[in-house]
């Protein structure tokens, strides 16, 4: 594989260098120089870049059935999929070492093509490529298909079924539009994390099909191997090679489940298709405005719907694990669980754009999770398993290299069992958004919404990990203590909707005594909230208190905190979680700018009335989206590369509240009446 990176000057940075640098839009054509891509300006913790086999992170394509995905790199590579769950062990995991599997398929001796893009609405993948004697065109989906479980009930599905259905498929189908172009298919499993070797044998007729069997101590799906070209087994790879000229069609297909895969191009024609249709038919569901950003926001909502588990209503944090937040770091996480944070403001993005449906399986997902076996409530966790699981064991796989040296690479996440104050009041503020259109509450979700409330009252005095969940010692963070506020207030609310008026009067009360030990304690001198109660140090969760209802936007406190973070918590304008010198987070080294709290920014400086600098800082994080329009968790400010995991939910959900925010301000301006993307 072509290296992705390119040597730069060794000239010292210019201290005199303009912060507010406009980025240069990344290109899946071409490999920008560092130099170049960064405006002049050299990261200072990387010093100079270096050669790398990997590709950059916002290069892969991100596909999804809704019950597995994938990621699959500009040379036509599937590098990440786990089966058969999105937080399973992994079978092509080339993006955390080079030797732990892939699956391409391209024209041989052609590592960059000419052009990727999503066919419009959907999830389908088309990458097409040219080479010195013709060009071709891949399209890559994971299938999806009318429901299948007619004959029996589906053993993991939990929800109510719809229309269509995960078909356990990888289609990838081939056009030579041009010319003549030779093309290869190389298939090289490494199951459980290259910790299991595969066995191939043919069991097709003749050289059609062959399987892909573990030989690791765990059990693992068996792989299948279909197309119409002939397959050759060596060792661990299952290769094909043939020439194509204009007009040939080929196709193929990896699948690992009992339903038969396609027979020839026509029926993988017929499957890619109908995929197209399922996706197609679900984005229509949304209300998109007619706006220039339209497309970033049927992307990000594609992308939110891509990380729901769909057979028990779960949504994932991200799609992978232990992509480094700071290059060569220790900063590197396992996101594929459902954090019922993350969760719960995804779906403030999805009720933006009119997308409600998956909130139903969502708190069905919840009420799960939140009971035993005799329908008795359990304490409420930060996060969980895609399947409902509450023990995330984490371990460190120490025989992986990590995406481009950084190490550990980790499984599992010990943040499962961490006190995390915040986590009542996103659930209650998302639970209230739900049910006040309807104007009742589920009697299902009653019993856990009490619960929460309690889970507040009886914690908010204590100290927490914080919604950044720090590994140093507890502390009295104030976004925790604002949102167990909101955890009393949206209970109050939801009580009398729900015609507990003893216990609305009460929760009103306690959310007083709250909002007062607040503002009393988590407000400086200056009037600007702080981290901590009695610090003195700016975090970036506190943007969340316009949006929460916490006090009114025209509140001085408000706007002196969204300023203060706006120019003083930022690194060439880009918002930080915090910073890493002033905060005991129990981690070493540094960690790129939170986009998610860039995301926040702009939404919070719409509520103070400072569109135009919103809409210029929207503009910017725009600018920086992948070629494929997707965002992972973080950015280097210098040099336009994305950090962490990848793609993150977290971020996406901004990205649609923080445009909406920005549209409907503008579109305001001949009405003269704003209303707010989120209104509590």
């Known amino acids: ?61 991100f596909l999804s059935d809704c019950e597995v995905n994938c990621l699959i790199a500009r040379n036509g590579a599937v590098e990440w999929m786990c089966l058969p769950r999105p937080d399973s062990p992994s079978v092509f995991a080339a993006m955390l070492d080079r030797s732990a599997g892939h699956f391409r398929v391209g024209p041989y001796g052609v590592n960059v093509p000419a052009a990727r ?4 609405g959907g999830m389908i993948l088309e990458t097409t490529w040219q080479t010195d004697t013709g060009w071709l ?122 339903l038969p895969p396609p027979r020839n191009f026509a029926e993988a024609a017929q499957k890619m298709w109908q995929t197209t249709e399922c996706w197609r038919q679900w984005i229509t569901l949304g209300k998109f405005p007619d706006h220039p950003w339209r497309g970033y926001l049927q992307r990000s909502a594609l992308t939110l719907k891509g990380l729901t588990y769909a057979p028990t209503g779960a949504l ?15 900063r590197n996480w396992d996101y594929r669980y459902s954090w019922v ?52 064991t984490e371990a460190e796989l120490n025989h992986l290299y990590g995406y481009d040296g950084a190490r550990p690479v980790r499984i599992g996440n010990g943040a499962y069992n961490q006190q995390q104050h915040d986590v009542w009041g996103v659930l209650l503020d998302s639970v209230y958004l739900h049910v006040k259109s309807r104007q009742q509450v589920p009697e299902t979700l009653w019993p856990m919404l009490e619960q929460a409330v309690q ?32 955890a009393l207030d949206r209970g109050a609310k939801l009580a009398e909707m729900h015609g507990e008026l003893d216990f609305a009067k009460k929760w009103s009360d306690i959310a007083e005594e709250i909002h007062a030990d607040v503002l009393e304690h988590g407000v400086n001198d200056k009037g600007v909230f702080t981290q901590t109660y009695g610090g003195d140090t700016l975090d970036a969760s506190l943007l969340l208190i316009p949006l ?59 509520e103070i009335g400072e569109v135009s600098r919103a809409r210029r800082l929207c503009e910017r994080l725009l600018g920086y989206a992948s070629p494929l329009e997707l965002f992972a968790e973080e950015l280097d400010p210098r040099t336009g590369r994305h950090l962490g995991n990848y793609p993150q939910a977290f971020t996406h959900l901004a990205l649609i509240n923080a445009l909406t925010h920005v549209i409907r301000a503008e579109q305001s301006v001949s009405s003269g009446d704003f209303h707010p993307a989120h209104r509590a």
């Not at 994932?316 to 220790?330: D, H, K, Q, R, Y």
């Not at 910073?579 to 702009?602: N, P, Y």
Request: charge should be negative; include cysteine; hydrophobic fraction near 40%.
């Open 341 to 392: 944070r993350d969760s719960s403001f995804a779906l403030w993005g999805l009720y933006t754009l009119g997308m409600n449906r998956e909130a139903d399986d969502f708190f069905a997902f919840l009420h799960d999770v939140a009971t035993d076996g005799d329908g008795d409530p359990l304490p409420l966790q930060v996060l969980y398993g895609v399947g409902g699981e509450r023990e995330i």
């Open 117 to 120: 893009r999503y066919l419009p």
């Open 137 to 258: 065109i891949v399209r890559d989906a994971l299938v999806l298909g009318p429901w299948h479980n007619n004959d029996k009930r589906s053993r993991t599905y939990r929800r109510t079924p719809m229309d269509w259905d995960a078909e356990h498929l990888l289609l990838r189908t081939v056009k030579c539009v041009s010319g003549v172009v030779e093309l290869e298919v190389s298939c090289e499993p490494a199951f459980d994390y290259h910790r299991a070797a595969a066995t191939w044998e043919y069991t097709g007729e003749v050289y059609e099909q062959a399987t892909a069997r573990c030989e690791g101590e765990l059990p693992c799906d068996n792989l299948t191997l279909t197309t119409d070209l002939r397959l050759g087994l060596e060792g661990r790879e299952a290769r094909a090679r043939s020439r194509m000229r204009e007009g040939d069609e080929v196709f193929v297909a990896l699948s690992w489940s009992v």
């Open 1 to 61: 594989m072509a290296s992705f990176d390119e040597p730069i000057s060794d000239e010292p940075l210019d201290p005199d260098l303009d912060a507010e640098i406009i980025p240069v839009r990344r290109d899946a054509l071409a490999d920008i120089p560092d130099i170049d891509l960064a405006g002049g300006f050299v990261p200072a913790h990387l010093g100079t870049t270096h050669k790398s086999i990997f590709p950059p992170i916002d290069d892969y394509a």
């Open 316 to 330: 994932l944090a991200a799609a992978t694990t232990s992509l480094p937040e700071t290059p060569g770091g220790e």
């Open 548 to 606: 929460v209802r916490f006090l009114p936007a025209t509140d001085a406190r408000v706007r002196d905190t969204v300023l203060a973070i706006a120019d003083e918590l930022t690194d060439h304008g880009l918002v930080l979680r915090y910073r890493t010198e002033t905060t005991d987070d129990g981690l070493s080294g540094a960690e790129g700018t939170f986009t998610i709290c860039s995301f926040w920014l702009v939404s919070a400086l719409v």
């Open 455 to 486: 889970g507040a009252i009886d914690n908010w005095r204590e100290p927490d990990r914080g919604i950044w969940e720090v590994r140093g010692e507890p502390q009295h963070f104030t976004s925790s203590k604002i949102f167990c506020w909101v």
